[in-house]
C-alpha cells in the first residue's frame, strides 16, 4: 500500500513500504517524519508505526524539529497567520494540503469571515464611489436622462446603505454558503473514491474561497483570482482525497456545466412566461 511522507509541512512523496524501510535503514528518512496512508484518520511520525520500529533512532523524533501545522491560520488567529495562511493557500497549496489537519470547523469559519471583512469594506468603498458618480450625474447636466434624476434624489448614502445590507447578508450566509458548495463537490467526487470525508472537502473549500475572497473587489486582481483559485481548489482537493488531479478537474468541469446546464433553464423558463399586461 501507497505511504505518503511529509517533513516540516512540505511533501517527500508517496512510497512502498520496502522504499520507507530502505529510506529509514539509509537515513533518507527520519523517525519524525510524518506518514499517513489511506484508512489512516491523521498523519503519524514514522517512529509510531510498528513495521518500522527499531529501523531509525528513536532519538530523532525528540531532536527533530516538528512539523509545523499548515496552514498559518490552525495555529492560532491573527494578522501574522492571517496573512501567513495566504500564503500557505495560494502559494505552497502542495504542502498546505497534505498537512491539512482534520476536524476543528471552528477554524475554517472564523477565517473566512476574517477574509470577508476587507473585501467587504473593499467593495463598500468601491461601489459607494460608483454610485456617488452616478448620483452627481442625475444632479447636473444629464438629469434630463431618464432615471438620472431620481439617482440625484436618491442620493449615494442610500445606495451605499443598501450595499452594506446587501453585503452584510452575505456575510451571515457565508458559512451556508461554504456548507452548499463543499456538499456540491464532495458528492461530485464521490465515484472517484474520496479518502477523506465531508468535513476534509468542507476545509479545502472554506480554507480555498477565503483565500481568495480578498482580491475578488480588486480591480484586475479579480480576473486573476477567479481562474487561479480553481487551480487551487484542484491541487488541494487531489492532495485532500489522495486523488489524481484530473479525476479532480473533471468533477469540478462537470459541476460547473452541470450549473450553467440550471441556469440556461431557468432562463429558458423565465423567458418562456407570458408578460403581464
Same mark, same amino acid.
Given at each position: =500500500?501507497?505511504?505518503?511522507?511529509?517533513? !516540516?509541512?512540505?511533501?517527500?512523496?508517496?512510497?512502498?513500504?520496502?522504499?520507507?524501510?530502505?529510506?529509514?535503514?539509509?537515513?533518507?528518512?527520519?523517525?519524525?517524519?510524518?506518514?499517513?496512508? %489511506?484508512? =489512516?484518520?491523521?498523519?503519524?511520525?514514522?517512529?509510531?508505526?510498528?513495521?518500522?520500529?527499531?529501523?531509525?533512532?528513536?532519538?530523532?523524533?525528540? !531532536?527533530?524539529?516538528?512539523?509545523?501545522?499548515?496552514?498559518?491560520?490552525?495555529?492560532?488567529?491573527?494578522?501574522?497567520?492571517?496573512?501567513?495562511?495566504?500564503?500557505?493557500?495560494?502559494?505552497?497549496?502542495?504542502?498546505?494540503? !497534505?498537512?491539512?489537519?482534520?476536524?476543528?470547523?471552528?477554524?475554517?469559519?472564523?477565517?473566512?469571515?476574517?477574509?470577508?471583512?476587507?473585501? #467587504?469594506?473593499?467593495?463598500?468603498?468601491? #461601489?459607494?464611489?460608483?454610485?456617488?458618480?452616478?448620483?452627481?450625474?442625475?444632479?447636473?447636466?444629464?438629469?434630463?436622462?431618464?432615471? =438620472?434624476?431620481?439617482?440625484? %434624489?436618491?442620493?449615494?448614502?442610500?445606495?451605499?446603505? @443598501?450595499?452594506?445590507? @446587501?453585503?452584510?447578508?452575505?456575510?451571515?450566509?457565508?458559512?451556508?454558503?461554504?456548507?452548499?458548495?463543499?456538499?456540491?463537490?464532495?458528492? @461530485?467526487?464521490?465515484?472517484?473514491?474520496?479518502?477523506?470525508?465531508?468535513?476534509?472537502?468542507?476545509?479545502?473549500?472554506?480554507?480555498?474561497?477565503?483565500?481568495?475572497?480578498?482580491?475578488?473587489?480588486?480591480?484586475?486582481?479579480?480576473?486573476?483570482?477567479?481562474? #487561479?483559485?480553481?487551480? @487551487?481548489?484542484?491541487?488541494?482537493?487531489?492532495?485532500?482525497?489522495?486523488?489524481?488531479?484530473?479525476?479532480?478537474?473533471?468533477?469540478?468541469?462537470?459541476?460547473?456545466?452541470?450549473?450553467?446546464?440550471?441556469?440556461?433553464?431557468?432562463?429558458?423558463?423565465?423567458?418562456?412566461?407570458?408578460?403581464?399586461?
Amino acid at each position: =500500500m501507497e505511504i505518503h511522507l511529509a517533513r !516540516d509541512g512540505s511533501s517527500l512523496g508517496v512510497f512502498t513500504e520496502a522504499e520507507v524501510r530502505e529510506g529509514l535503514a539509509g537515513g533518507r528518512f527520519r523517525a519524525s517524519d510524518l506518514a499517513w496512508r %489511506q484508512g =489512516m484518520p491523521a498523519w503519524t511520525p514514522l517512529a509510531g508505526w510498528p513495521e518500522f520500529a527499531g529501523l531509525a533512532a528513536p532519538a530523532l523524533l525528540a !531532536d527533530a524539529p516538528s512539523a509545523p501545522v499548515l496552514p498559518a491560520w490552525e495555529r492560532g488567529a491573527g494578522f501574522r497567520n492571517f496573512f501567513g495562511t495566504l500564503h500557505d493557500v495560494i502559494l505552497n497549496p502542495v504542502a498546505t494540503f !497534505d498537512a491539512l489537519p482534520r476536524g476543528n470547523f471552528g477554524k475554517v469559519v472564523g477565517f473566512q469571515y476574517a477574509a470577508a471583512l476587507p473585501a #467587504w469594506l473593499c467593495a463598500s468603498v468601491l #461601489w459607494a464611489l460608483f454610485f456617488a458618480f452616478l448620483g452627481a450625474l442625475g444632479s447636473g447636466e444629464l438629469s434630463q436622462i431618464e432615471g =438620472m434624476e431620481a439617482l440625484g %434624489q436618491l442620493g449615494p448614502a442610500v445606495f451605499a446603505g @443598501i450595499l452594506c445590507v @446587501i453585503l452584510g447578508c452575505a456575510v451571515v450566509l457565508l458559512p451556508l454558503f461554504n456548507v452548499v458548495g463543499a456538499a456540491l463537490q464532495h458528492v @461530485i467526487l464521490l465515484p472517484w473514491g474520496p479518502a477523506g470525508g465531508f468535513g476534509q472537502t468542507y476545509r479545502v473549500v472554506g480554507y480555498v474561497q477565503g483565500a481568495f475572497l480578498p482580491f475578488s473587489f480588486i480591480p484586475c486582481l479579480n480576473y486573476l483570482a477567479g481562474p #487561479w483559485s480553481l487551480v @487551487i481548489s484542484i491541487i488541494a482537493l487531489s492532495r485532500v482525497h489522495r486523488l489524481a488531479w484530473w479525476k479532480v478537474l473533471i468533477s469540478l468541469l462537470l459541476l460547473v456545466c452541470c450549473a450553467l446546464a440550471l441556469v440556461l433553464v431557468a432562463l429558458a423558463l423565465a423567458g418562456s412566461l407570458p408578460s403581464p399586461d
